[in-house]
């Protein structure tokens, strides 16, 4: 079972007290893009075996969206930061790096 910690409050939840967002630091295209730009907004995702960005709404709790890192092959979450940033915290990231020899954030943004 996937275990999550809400950064706002501070609550360990599993996945049953949460709803999933998809795939997180995604360029969104609304009014205004093309087709193909929308297109891609809407259908295009990475879908990676391996460490992955997603959101998560704690839906059971205090309602708030955030990001957790973690990996799709194991399950070991690597953190979870406030929806709100542009890219992870530094020590996500170097826990993501100490524990997947060669993984990098330019890799994946």
Not at 2 to 30: M, N, Q, S, V
Not at 46 to 59: I, L, M, Q, T, Y
Request: charged letters at 25%.
């Amino acid at each position: 079972m996937l275990i999550l910690t809400c950064p706002y409050c501070g609550t360990r939840c599993d996945e049953t007290e949460l709803a999933a967002g998809g795939e997180a630091h995604l360029k969104r295209f609304g009014p205004g893009s093309s087709d193909e730009e929308f297109e891609g907004y809407l259908f295009m995702r990475a879908n990676p075996k391996g460490v992955h960005f997603e959101r998560w709404r704690h839906a059971y709790g205090c309602g708030k969206w955030f990001h957790a890192a973690r990996n799709t092959a194991t399950l070991e979450v690597y953190g979870t930061y406030p929806a709100q940033v542009h890219e992870p915290p530094q020590e996500i990231l170097d826990a993501i790096s100490t524990r997947v020899p060669g993984w990098r954030w330019k890799d994946v943004s």
